[in-house]
């Protein structure tokens, strides 16, 4: 009751109360109080999502106080010295390399920045699994790289806690604590009940208690201390678990529990039956599998009990009888902590709970107690892990935790010695494997005991295994840990047997006939595994074997090896030949082996001997690593071509550089070691022999190969002699040191291609594990690479695509250091390694060293390190000189399937062997043994002697067709030229003895027989019944053979001699004195063909052995004499003939494509050069005399040319599109900056754009709109510019091109619904075809014609011409197809831009409003040439490429169409400039309607074009200087009327009074003072124009006048209106532009247009009044023009000041200013909200034109399915729209229905884009992309720059 009662009391008081009894020692009242209190708040059986018990435990936590208060008090103790912020996916955090310790050390931006890491190589990333800021925490990062917040050791002055502050929270957390529990066993179910839903429900209600807890840790160190004691006391949980005995609830709650416990054991129901129960106890589920302890033998036994009962796809199962009771026991939770982590395991790791848990880590007793609870529930996790549906979510919540607690040295160690914890994950990993195992088919199919991993199997597919491996590799990368597994032999032998699943998995087998059905493509799989599960933890294991002092590990782990790879021998079947037409890549237990014999012998020093098995097993170890390279060159051949693209994918797979120095390296130098111990015989017999090519090895010209088909030959061949060259010249571990390996990869990148700095980080094989010595980013890579590459710095394209920064390869390394084995070996493409070469040509061409096709440069190589001197040996062994023998006798004859790159593999090879002679002292040895029948070739084995060794005869077992076999013998033995220019003689006299002299060679038989003898020698006990006999078989030819003796009498030498002669090609006998020449010329020799190799050759072999030389002298002598002519001639002429031919073949294809090129050029030329009718016409006379000719066209369609007519129109290629660029100008010349904190802000209302709106809004308030739509333009924002590429086409050809594309649809991006086409010609974009007028060229003349007539005059003839227009009616007989063009080309003008920018009017789609449109077009386009001409006329000369613009025909269209709309005489501006009236003002007034806008407030050179436009066309040149004169006069008062409002009462006094001084003067009407005077006088009139109080005034004559001012001032005002109406006068009459200095802007403008000017000061500047020419009396004119404005009686004096002071004076339009750094934008922007969703965006954008940041994408800010960016782009750039994307750093560009990505004008210190942030280094702003950005925008180049547009659907 009590209770009850409490709890509807005040909550506050009742803490209050509570707290203050509980501090009352003397008796239990108050806890008694609090509990019961407790019992009924957090009534279990209450719904959980009551929000009520929440707020009873924040008020009785606080004890009274109010939350937020507790909470600030609480964290003013906080002692913690780490900053623990944890984050979960996605979250933007550092990595800093310099400063951490371990790889896996992450900051929170806040302390990043406030850290100090200048200099230090760190990057930004996106979390991808969450994590915690380490700062502060000195096992993962040095202490240099705490920010400053944690750099102090924060907890010591930190004052102690009050003890009553807590106290409440010590007797509530746990009840809450229980509750959360309580809830948690209530909802959970077994997944079998199909209630999957229901968990996310439960932890939907639960959701904010959980989050109240997150808060509690987020107090800091004191209130996480008492949390910890809640957490792990033992004695809490065992009173809150269970419950008391009279409670039903947590009776039944608790059994709960152990039902969820018990149903968790991780033996399944068959085994338990198995194991005899044994799992009845509740939390008893042990490790899965074997028991870490089994003994090293016991697991052995296991294996191979398990090995029996494979056959059915069953799983290997270890016994589970041993059970090791310290982990059986550990799972009786004791504590809150770990109940809590088994139900966060149950309910799949919720988001909340994994950061509660983290949260709390700071503390590090609990830190402690957490780490070991994790790994008591190890296997538990995993197991949830593999049934779970969400593995992905889950692995990464799962390694979130795990990589806070493993990283940290000294807990890995703790957990290890006390948790066992390396037994726990080696067992678990074991089992987790296990599920997914099936037989193994290599070798033996049907008897093989082996079982690997399925790689199909979700597990691996998904990589569900990936955060147990990635925690196993965190923790072997700490010494104390790796040491401790390493010591212990069993989690060796059961590590081995893990990494024996993997051997051999992923098997292919070589489709023979049908294409394989199904491509599977779960190779990847395989790859990964092999390199995560099996290569990572193997190289984190080498890093600690790199001292003499750890030669024990490596000799046990070779030692392991070794016999597990017995074992799978043995299970696989294996004797000694592998079973034809299998492959498999993965052999991670001979890799295992590889890797830890070079650590030995490089590191440790110890001997290779002492770790090497037997010969017999060698041969076994070196066959499957040998199989893959024959594999590589067979799918090359296309051997594979019926197993599908996949295939393929494997051989590039195992090259690709994050692949190979786990794979392919380890297997090359695998098979370097066993090279150089095996017999070199029985290696170079295997190697031929594996490559399939043995049958091609004969001396005669046809042969018969069973198993390759002819085309294969080749490029087999050629892959066994690069892998022999690969083999014996490769030096990555036979004795480089690491940074030579580092220059030499980094080389062979660069040689290939230019790379950024970024690829070629990820180009270069790092050992993976993090913590080895060469770490991209190290600064040895900085440094090797500025030694090997130069630094080009990206450049702009001619096109517009943009470069990165690239680094190419500096002069000497392409001269000394370019080696193209090492290419071969790097290359996943087989073009990169013809792109090296082909760059390399280059190089030697530029610099001129060789011109032609040079052939791969030999490279000296590093000395063999000691140990592997027995490599050597292959190169001096007579099979291989055998082989190259036949070789070059092969290609001597030019046999069939030889080519140039098997010519120059057996040259390296022989260099090779010239440059590693075994001891010299063999040079005269005995020939060796008789009885063998190759021994008889060579008289030893050094390469020396046996290049001069001349062989005579040799049998060859040849086809009966061969052209060897003779049909009839003749009669003497006297050579005969025979098929194919062969020298081959039919023995018959001496035939016996030749016989015996003839040698012979199988290199079969010969293999066989080596390997007999060391099979005998090993185990002469071996039972040779166990040899397979169908090896033999195998290579039986069909077609019977014949055996014939081959002439030859050849050696080595002269083979050599005879090639230099045929390469040659010039008949050019090899010199002796060649063999002379100093070293100095050595690099010559090194780069160079293949005559240049031979020459080589033959000058090492000289000075190695006098033999040779004497031999290559005699033999020089011999071919010196004129060869006779029948000798050589068949296959040398052929040779030459050939050679020739081709030379000239080629020449001609140069000459016809050199003229095809010319031919194209002035095709180009003279299209480009169409004679649209605004070409340069210059004045003279001659084209007043020709006849009258009409001006021609050029369709690009149809290509005829003629003029244009009214009945078949021809229409310049025009795109038309919307433009607010001039809107967006501002007055000052600064461009605006991009905000970058809350305090800056961006203010649109000084944009033109703005500007104009007001002005016209302010002018509908007071006058009539007709009249208003005629005193302004618009087309500021949303105006319509149109830009063509020069091109004509006829309009009906246009039509039927559109329709074809209509049918094609081939245009990407453009909708050719929407009129979009591009040029036919040019391919430059457009939309739209305007139509050009017919006329003659001359009629140009008439209307240019000077006048004399006076200004009068033609006033009056002008004020005629336009009464006329009435007079212009279109009628409807006149309609031709030109009319239609031009109606259809004024509807496209309207549907460019959207309708809001066309009515402005009151009245919407009225006749007024279409007229201000029309004539705002010709505006835009005026307005928008002088912005691209720089703003000003200074230039002169033709508009930008006078060719492309189309402004001529454009007035002519619009001229057509506003004839339509016929002026009131009555209000015709003409005559209110060119008249004095007195009576009409007054009239206006009384009828009620709202007066016209005065001449003073109307904008003058809208008024130009409307007269111009609205005149008969074509107007004469006098009446438009007329009309320009008549306007200059209106500018010039309203310039005067602006300085009036301007100047201050008491300046206006002054120049009132001094100007009426010259009133009397003879030209008052041109002298500014008397003007300005007068115009000062009649303003005052009026009470509406100046203020009586001079304030406002003030602030805008801040300055004193002067004479100089005012004129500078008046100029200015002036010079936007004659700028306009020159160019305006360019394009209507072709008038040159002359160019000028600034200051004479204004002069010589005024000349151009006509104005001459008083010739009052011939010498001094030219002033603004001097050009005036009033058509009536001045004085007069103005009087009635400020009449007009006094006159106003409804306006106030600001409004028609706003509309007097107007300037005409516009900056260039600017993109914002951009910061320096990018960091700086996007610390700013990524968090920001949206201002209009007020969220903050998933990918934030930000306008480049006004600032406005929007949502790309975002569902939130969307209206009426438009996105925002899409509607931002409408709103401010009439539907374009520049955006840079924050989170990815590329802008995009948005123009209508299409968008394009345009890259990033943000590059990193090594010039290049980081699209998406991928790499998170810091970035700088590249002024000079960012300008080319900005020009684009203002010329309107975006669509023709830019070619991967796509449509965006609205949905930006």
Same mark, same amino acid.
């Not at 009888?321 to 799949?348: N, V």
């Not at 988001?351 to 880590?361: A, D, E, G, I, P």
């Not at 790689?455 to 955060?467: A, D, F, H, V």
């Not at 922007?1725 to 790309?1752: E, I, M, N, Q, W």
């Given at each position: 009751m009590m209770a009850a009662s409490l709890v509807r009391r005040d909550k506050k008081a009742t803490a209050a109360q509570l707290k203050a009894d509980l501090n009352r020692t003397d008796d239990g009242s108050g806890a008694r109080m609090l509990q019961d209190l407790l019992d009924c708040v957090l009534n279990p059986e209450m719904q959980a999502g009551d929000t009520e018990a929440l707020e009873w435990c924040k008020c009785l936590l606080a004890g009274g106080d109010a939350f937020d208060e507790f909470c600030k008090t609480v964290r003013s103790y906080d002692n913690a010295t780490l900053c623990g912020l944890v984050w979960t996916a996605n979250f933007v955090a550092y990595r800093c390399r310099t400063c951490g310790i371990s790889p896996c050390m992450s900051l929170c931006a806040e302390c990043f920045n406030n850290g100090d890491h200048t200099g230090h190589d760190f990057n930004m990333f996106r979390s991808q699994a969450g994590g915690a800021c380490d700062c502060g925490d000195s096992n993962v990062m040095r202490e240099s790289g705490f920010c400053r917040r944690h750099r102090s050791k924060t907890g010591e002055n930190v004052p102690s806690i009050p003890r009553d502050l807590l106290l409440m929270s010590e007797m509530v957390l746990p009840r809450f604590i229980i509750h959360i529990v309580q809830h948690l066993r209530e909802g959970y179910t077994e997944p079998e009940a199909g209630a999957e839903r229901d968990l996310q429900k439960v932890l939907q209600q639960l959701e904010p208690h959980i989050s109240f807890l997150e808060e509690l840790t987020k107090m800091g160190g004191a209130m996480r201390t008492v949390l910890t004691k809640i957490l792990t006391n033992q004695q809490t949980f065992k009173d809150l678990s269970m419950g008391q005995e009279d409670n039903v609830y947590a009776k039944k709650n608790y059994d709960k529990y152990l039902a969820a416990l018990k149903s968790s054991g991780l033996v399944s129901a068959e085994e338990k039956a198995g194991a005899g129960g044994a799992d009845a106890l509740p939390g008893a589920h042990s490790l899965p599998g074997a028991a870490a302890e089994a003994s090293a033998g016991s697991v052995k036994e296991e294996d191979?009990?398990? @090995?029996?009962?494979? @056959?059915?796809?069953?799983?290997?199962?270890?016994?589970?009888?041993?059970?090791?009771?310290?982990?059986?026991?550990?799972?009786?939770?004791?504590?809150?902590?770990?109940?809590?982590? $088994?139900?966060?395991?149950?309910?799949? $790791?919720?988001? /909340?709970?994994?950061?509660? *848990?983290?949260?709390?880590?700071?503390?590090?007793?609990?830190?402690?107690?957490?780490?070991?609870?994790? !790994?008591?529930?190890?296997?538990?996790i995993m197991e949830t892990l593999m049934r779970s549906h969400e593995s992905d979510t889950m692995s990464n919540r799962i390694v979130h935790i795990s990589v806070q607690l493993f990283s940290n040295e000294e807990l890995a160690r703790h957990m290890t010695e006390e948790c066992q914890l390396l037994d726990i994950m080696v067992t678990v990993l074991h089992y987790m494997m296990e599920s997914c195992l099936i037989k193994c088919e290599l070798?033996?199919?049907?008897?093989?005991?082996?079982?690997? !991993?399925?790689? @199909?199997?979700?597990?691996?597919?998904?990589?569900?295994?990936? #955060?147990?491996?990635?925690d196993f590799i965190n923790i072997l990368s700490h010494q104390s840990v790796a040491k401790r597994f390493l010591e212990d032999h069993s989690l060796l032998i059961l590590w081995m047997s893990f990494v024996s699943f993997f051997q051999g998995m992923n098997l292919n087998k070589r489709e023979l006939n049908e294409h394989v059905e199904f491509e599977s493509q779960t190779y990847y799989a395989a790859f990964a595994a092999e390199l995560e599960a099996c290569a990572q933890p193997m190289w984190g294991l080498l890093t600690h074997c790199k001292v003499k002092e750890t030669q024990e590990y490596t000799k046990t782990v070779v030692r392991y090896c070794l016999e597990t790879l017995q074992m799978w021998f043995d299970a696989i079947g294996f004797v000694d030949e592998p079973a034809p037409n299998q492959l498999t890549f993965h052999l991670p237990l001979h890799r295992y082996y590889a890797m830890f014999l070079s650590k030995a012998v490089k590191c440790q020093g110890i001997d290779l001997d002492s770790l090497l098995p037997d010969q017999e097993m060698l041969m076994k170890i070196m066959v499957h690593p040998l199989q893959i390279q024959a594999s590589l060159s067979e799918i090359h051949s296309n051997m594979w071509v019926r197993n599908g693209l996949q295939i393929k994918g494997q051989a590039m797979t195992y090259v690709q550089s994050h692949f190979c120095n786990s794979m392919i390296d380890p297997d090359i130098f695998l098979l370097q070691v066993c090279a150089s111990r095996l017999d070199p015989d029985y290696f170079i017999s295997c190697v031929f022999e594996r490559f399939k090519v043995v049958d091609l090895l004969t001396m005669a010209s046809k042969h018969q190969n069973a198993v390759l088909e002819p085309e294969q030959e080749r490029p087999m061949l050629e892959g066994a002699l690069t892998f022999l060259v690969l083999l014996t010249s490769l030096r990555i571990h036979l004795g480089m040191a690491d940074d030579e390996i580092l220059r030499a990869e980094m080389v062979s990148q660069l040689c290939m291609n230019d790379r950024t700095h970024s690829s070629l980080l990820d180009l270069i094989p790092e050992n993976p594990n993090p913590k080895s010595g060469i770490i991209p980013g190290s600064c040895s890579f900085e440094a090797m690479l500025s030694a090997v590459a130069d630094f080009k710095a990206p450049v702009f394209e001619p096109g517009g695509s943009m470069q990165q920064g690239m680094y190419t390869p500096k002069a000497e390394v392409w001269e000394k250091e370019f080696d193209p084995i090492m290419v071969v070996l790097r290359t996943v493409y087989r073009r990169d390694v013809q792109s090296a070469m082909d760059r390399y040509a280059a190089f030697l061409k530029q610099t001129g060293m060789h011109s032609g096709n040079p052939w791969p440069p030999y490279k000296e190589r590093t000395p063999l390190h000691p140990c592997y001197r027995g490599l050597v040996k292959l190169l001096h062994c007579k099979t291989l000189h055998i082989v190259i023998f036949t070789l070059l006798y092969k290609i001597s004859m030019d046999h069939p399937n030889m080519s140039e790159h098997v010519l120059c593999m057996v040259l390296y090879l022989i260099e090779l062997g010239l440059d590693n002679l075994v001891q010299e002292d063999r040079e005269d040895e005995e020939p060796s043994i008789e009885e063998h029948c190759h021994d008889s070739w060579f008289p030893g084995t050094s390469l020396l002697s046996n290049l001069h060794h001349v062989i005579n005869f040799v049998r060859v077992r040849v086809p009966e067709n061969a052209p060897e076999v003779k049909k009839e013998p003749p009669p003497s033995t006297s050579s005969d030229p025979a098929a194919a220019g062969q020298t081959s003689r039919r023995l018959t006299g001496n035939w016996r003895e030749n016989l015996r002299e003839a040698q012979v060679f199988s290199l079969v038989a010969e293999r066989r027989r080596k390997f007999q003898e060391i099979i005998n020698r090993s185990s002469r006990e071996a039972d040779q019944a166990v040899r397979p006999k169908a090896s033999s078989g195998r290579w039986a030819p069909t077609p019977p053979l014949v055996t014939e003796i081959l002439e030859v009498r050849e050696s080595m030498l002269s083979l050599l001699l005879k090639l230099h002669r045929k390469l040659s090609a010039l008949q050019d006998p090899f010199s002796p004195e060649r063999l002379d020449e100093p070293p100095a010329s050595a690099t010559r020799r090194t780069h160079g063909d293949g005559v240049t190799a031979i020459e080589r050759i033959l000058a090492k072999a000289a000075a190695h052995s006098r033999h040779s030389r004497r031999s290559i002298l005699e033999l020089c002598a011999r071919n010196a #004499?004129? !060869?006779?002519?029948?000798?050589?001639?068949?296959?040398?002429? /052929?040779?030459?003939?050939?050679?020739?031919?081709?030379? /000239?073949?080629?020449?001609?294809?140069?000459?016809?494509?050199?003229?095809?090129?010319?031919?194209?050029?002035?095709?180009?030329?003279?299209?480009?050069? !169409?004679?649209? %009718?605004? @070409?340069?016409?210059?004045?003279?006379?001659?084209?007043?005399?020709?006849?009258?000719?009409?001006?021609?066209?050029?369709?690009?369609?149809?290509?005829?040319?003629?003029?244009?007519?009214?009945?078949?129109? +021809?229409?310049?290629?025009?795109? *038309?599109?919307? +433009?607010?660029? *001039?809107?967006?100008?501002?007055?000052? +010349?600064? %461009?605006?900056?991009? %905000? =970058?904190?809350?305090?800056?802000?961006?203010?649109?209302?000084? =944009?033109?754009?703005?500007?104009?709106?007001?002005?016209l809004t302010l002018l509908q308030r007071f006058f009539k709109d007709s009249s208003c739509l005629q005193s302004v333009s618009i087309g500021w924002d949303g105006g319509v510019y149109v830009q063509t590429c020069g091109h004509t086409l006829h309009i009906d050809c246009h039509k039927s091109y559109m329709e074809s594309l209509r049918n094609d649809q081939v245009l990407q991006g453009s909708s050719v619904e929407k009129g979009e086409f591009t040029c036919p010609l040019c391919r430059q974009f457009a939309n739209s075809v305007l139509p050009c007028q017919p006329g003659q060229a001359t009629e140009r003349g008439v209307w240019h014609g000077h006048t004399n007539k006076g200004l009068t005059v033609l006033v009056k003839e002008v004020e005629e011409l336009q009464d006329q227009l009435g007079a212009f009616p279109v009628s409807a007989a006149t309609e031709s197809n030109l009319t239609k063009e031009m109606e259809s080309v004024i509807k496209d003008i309207k549907n460019t831009t959207q309708k809001k920018y066309m009515d402005y009017g009151k009245t919407p789609g009225s006749p007024d409003n279409d007229f201000l449109f029309m004539y705002s077009v010709a505006r835009t386009n005026l307005e928008l040439e002088l912005v691209h001409r720089g703003g000003d006329l200074c230039c002169g000369g033709a508009s930008a490429a006078a060719k492309r613009s189309c402004l001529n025909q454009l007035f002519h269209v619009l001229a057509v169409h506003m004839r339509l709309y016929s002026i009131d005489s009555a209000y015709n501006p003409w005559t209110r400039l060119t008249q004095i009236t007195c009576s009409r003002h007054a009239d206006s007034t009384c009828n009620g309607d709202s007066p016209e806008v005065p001449m003073l407030f109307r904008d003058v050179p809208s008024l130009l074009i409307i007269f111009v436009l609205t005149m008969p066309q074509p107007l004469r040149k006098e009446h438009f200087t007329c009309m320009v004169k008549v306007l200059y006069t209106l500018q010039f008062t309203q310039a005067l009327t602006a300085l009036c409002v301007r100047l201050g009462p008491d300046e206006r006094q002054a120049w009132s009074t001094s100007g009426a001084l010259k009133k009397g003067l003879a030209n008052a009407d041109r002298c500014w003072e008397a003007l300005l005077s007068h115009a000062i006088n009649e303003l005052s009139r009026g009470r509406n124009v100046y203020e009586d109080d001079g304030d406002h005034m003030s602030m805008l004559s801040s300055s004193v006048w002067s004479p100089q001012s005012i004129e500078y001032s008046l100029q200015q005002f002036c010079l936007p209106f004659l700028r306009l109406s020159c160019l305006l006068q360019h394009h209507l009459y072709g008038d040159n532009l002359a160019g000028c200095p600034k200051e004479d802007e204004f002069s010589v403008l005024a000349g151009c247009l006509g104005f001459s000017p008083l010739a009052l000061l011939p010498s001094g500047p030219s002033y603004s009044a001097s050009f005036l020419e009033w058509p009536v009396c001045a004085f007069d004119l103005m009087s009635q023009w400020c009449a007009e404005v006094t006159g106003l009686a409804g306006m106030q004096a600001d409004d028609s000041q706003t509309l007097l002071v107007q300037d005409p004076q516009w900056a260039a339009p600017h993109l914002l200013q951009?910061?320096?750094?990018?960091?700086?934008?996007?610390?700013?922007?990524?968090?920001?909200? &949206?201002?209009?969703?007020?969220?903050?965006?998933?990918?934030?954008? *930000?306008?480049?034109?006004?600032?406005?940041?929007? &949502?790309? /994408?975002?569902?939130?800010c969307k209206q009426q399915s438009f996105c925002e960016c899409v509607l931002h782009s409408q709103a401010c750039g009439a539907a374009t729209g520049i955006f840079l994307l924050i989170n990815a750093s590329v802008i995009i560009i948005i123009r209508g229905h299409r968008f394009c990505l345009w890259g990033s004008v943000y590059l990193d210190a090594h010039g290049e884009e980081d699209r998406d942030l991928r790499r998170g280094k810091p970035l700088f702003l590249c002024e000079e992309r960012y300008r080319v950005l900005g020009q684009q925008w203002v010329s309107h180049t975006f669509d023709h720059i830019n070619k991967r547009w796509g449509p965006h659907y609205n949905g930006l």
């Open positions: 191979q009990d398990g @090995g029996q009962n494979v @056959g059915q796809r069953k799983r290997v199962k270890l016994s589970s009888s041993t059970k090791d009771k310290s982990i059986m026991d550990a799972l009786k939770h004791k504590c809150f902590l770990e109940e809590l982590l $088994f139900w966060t395991i149950k309910y799949e $790791f919720p988001q /909340k709970m994994v950061t509660f *848990l983290l949260n709390m880590l700071p503390d590090q007793d609990y830190k402690i107690a957490f780490t070991k609870t994790f !790994v008591q529930h190890y296997a538990f070798q033996d199919e049907e008897n093989s005991r082996h079982v690997v !991993v399925n790689c @199909g199997e979700p597990l691996l597919k998904n990589n569900t295994y990936w #955060p147990l491996v990635s #004499p004129p !060869v006779p002519p029948r000798k050589h001639s068949p296959s040398d002429k /052929k040779t030459m003939d050939k050679e020739e031919r081709r030379q /000239k073949a080629r020449e001609r294809q140069q000459k016809l494509l050199a003229e095809f090129a010319s031919r194209q050029k002035s095709f180009m030329e003279t299209a480009m050069d !169409v004679e649209s %009718p605004d @070409g340069d016409v210059a004045m003279d006379l001659d084209a007043l005399e020709q006849p009258e000719s009409e001006v021609l066209y050029d369709c690009v369609i149809c290509g005829q040319s003629g003029p244009s007519t009214d009945d078949r129109p +021809t229409g310049l290629v025009v795109l *038309l599109q919307a +433009t607010s660029v *001039l809107g967006h100008r501002c007055r000052n +010349t600064e %461009p605006k900056k991009l %905000p =970058t904190s809350d305090e800056e802000h961006i203010y649109p209302a000084d =944009t033109c754009g703005a500007v104009h709106d007001v002005r951009l910061p320096e750094n990018y960091n700086t934008i996007f610390q700013y922007y990524h968090r920001k909200a &949206c201002s209009y969703c007020k969220k903050v965006p998933k990918d934030p954008a *930000l306008c480049l034109v006004c600032g406005t940041f929007v &949502c790309l /994408k975002g569902m939130c």
